[in-house]
Structures are given as structure tokens and as C-alpha cells.
């Protein structure tokens, strides 16, 4: 810089070009960073906001799974996925279902009849659970605030990994919040 100020007042344009090429890589770099960083940082939060997931535990075989909860596409511009305490919460609109995605973690399944057993609160309103899969059925779980329902899905499981899509629906804006996920060998 005292470079770049003593050739100015010289006078000296060979001196002038020097200091420019010597500061010139530094100011785009600050100008850079003060420009795209923030840039960057706002990307980051929005592909979280957008891709967030959650993890609930998932007793089976006196053991604990973990049961990971993400949005299904086509993705919003927020997840409706936010883990809690003990469970997991879904956003509910009443302009259409909210659609996630469920895996069973820590690795495949034996084939065999399984049943996914989940309690569901609700916040506000009447809401409804549905989950299903290629070999899954389950009827729709109607919860109504302050009365926890369970939601039960049978799924005939050929083997490998447990992949569920489910569809929460609700009258108004509110929260479903899910938890006690167990799965067991179905008789």
C-alpha cells in the first residue's frame, strides 16, 4: 500500500503497475470474501432448512434401531421434519399432505412379517397418518389433540433394507409429533 501511495506521488507509472499487480490479488480476494461469503452462508442455510431430517429410536428384537425421518420430494422450500425430545415433529398445512420418508437403520432386515407400531399426538386439529411401502399396508391414523392414537403398519418384508413413505394430513396449520416407534415380528 505505502508502495502504491509513493509511486502515485512520483508520479511513476511503472511503479504504479508494481503495486497494483502486488495488491491487486489481495483486493479481489477481500472483495471476494465480503461479497460471497455471505452469499455462501445464506446456501448453507437454506439447503439445511431444506433437506433437514431426524432420528427417533426404534425398539426391535430387544435392541435399539435408529428410525431416520426425511422430507420425500418434491422438496419444499422448509422440511417439515424436526426431531424432538423422544420423537420426531411434523409440519402439518392443510393444503396437502405432508409426505416423508422412513429407513430403518443400523442395516437390512430378515425376511419376514413385521409390524411398525408408532404413537401419534397432534397439536391442534384433527389430523391423520398414513404409512405405507412397496410390501407395507397400514390404515390411515386419525388423531385428535390430547388423545395420543397409535398407527400400526404391517409390512410382508422380503429383505434388505426398510424403506416407508408416510402422509401426515391436517384440518390446520399444526404438528404431529411421533414417538414409542417399535417394530416387531408379526404372529
Do not use: C, K
Amino acid at each position: 500500500m505505502a508502495g502504491a501511495l509513493a509511486a502515485l506521488g512520483r508520479r511513476s507509472r511503472a511503479g504504479l503497475v508494481s503495486a497494483a499487480r502486488a495488491l491487486g490479488p489481495g483486493l479481489v480476494v477481500v472483495v471476494a470474501w465480503r461479497l460471497g461469503w455471505p452469499r455462501a452462508l445464506d446456501a448453507g442455510a437454506a439447503l439445511r432448512a431444506r433437506h433437514r431430517w431426524a432420528v427417533t429410536e426404534l425398539a426391535f428384537d430387544g435392541r435399539t434401531r435408529t428410525l431416520l425421518w426425511g422430507p420425500a420430494p418434491p422438496l419444499a422450500a422448509a422440511s417439515p421434519v424436526a426431531g424432538a425430545p423422544n420423537g420426531v415433529h411434523l409440519d402439518l398445512s392443510p393444503i396437502g399432505p405432508t409426505r416423508v420418508r422412513l429407513v430403518v437403520g443400523q442395516g437390512p432386515l430378515p425376511p419376514g412379517d413385521y409390524e411398525l407400531a408408532i404413537r401419534v399426538d397432534v397439536d391442534r386439529g384433527p389430523a391423520s397418518l398414513e404409512i405405507r411401502g412397496a410390501r407395507a399396508r397400514g390404515e390411515a391414523t386419525i388423531v385428535d389433540p390430547g388423545t395420543p392414537a397409535r398407527s400400526t403398519t404391517h409390512i410382508a418384508h422380503p429383505g434388505g433394507p426398510v424403506t416407508l413413505e408416510a402422509d401426515a394430513t391436517g384440518t390446520v396449520p399444526g404438528r404431529l409429533w411421533l414417538s414409542e416407534a417399535a417394530l416387531s415380528t408379526s404372529r
